[in-house]
Structure formats: C-alpha cells, structure tokens
Nanobody, 115 residues
C-alpha cells in the first residue's frame, strides 16, 4: 500500500519561508501526478501546486510567484517551498499523488502563519 508522509509544517511569521516535504513509501513507479493541496478552516480544499512527471508546474493564483514545487530525481518525493508566507496561507497542507491511476493522500501537515 502506498503511504505519503508529509513533514515540515509549523508556525512561522509572515514573510518567513517554509519547506514542506512529502515522501512516498511503497511506490515503485506509475506516478502520473504529484501535487500539494491545502485546506483552511471553513474553506474548500484547493490545489496550490502541481508538478507533472516531465517537470512542468502549475500554481494557484494566490500562491503564484511565492511558492515553488519540486521533486527529487527518484520521483518519489515532492516538496513545496513557501516563500514570503502570508497569514492567508494558514491551513492543512496535504500531499497528493496519482499512482497507477489511483489517488493517494497524505494525512496533512499544519502550517500556521502569524501576522
């Protein structure tokens, strides 16, 4: 069974940077989609960044220019760099992957940005 393990969340001040990690355990291949979602209290879950197997990326308008998604060479880990964090970035960040056509989610890591 595929397990996605997020880490790196925490409490930061506005303007700080944070790096989130998601390591996939049990994956031998077949990853066709890697992304980061977030969900703030009272809000719908939204995709904030995604990266394709070939390396192309896409970002939500709210984070474009501030966040950066990347993956390691093995393709089994995905990272999200939060630059110039804003209080509006606060929420639970969840790693998402599609593996052999099946979706997998991490448990989420809390990011809190204080003003």
């Amino acid at each position: 069974q595929v397990q996605l393990m997020e880490s790196g969340g925490g409490l930061v001040q506005a303007g700080d940077s944070l790096r989130l990690s998601c390591v996939a355990d049990g994956i031998i291949g077949g990853i066709t989609h890697m992304a980061w979602y977030r969900q703030a209290p009272g809000n719908q879950r939204e995709m904030v960044a995604r990266i394709a197997p070939g390396g192309s990326t896409d970002y939500a308008d709210s984070v474009k220019g501030r966040f950066n998604i990347s993956k390691d060479r093995s393709g089994k880990a995905v990272y999200l760099r939060l630059n110039n964090a804003e209080p509006e970035d606060t929420g639970v960040y969840l790693c998402h992957m599609i593996v052999f056509g099946r979706p997998f989610w991490g448990q989420g890591t809390q990011v809190t940005v204080s003003s």
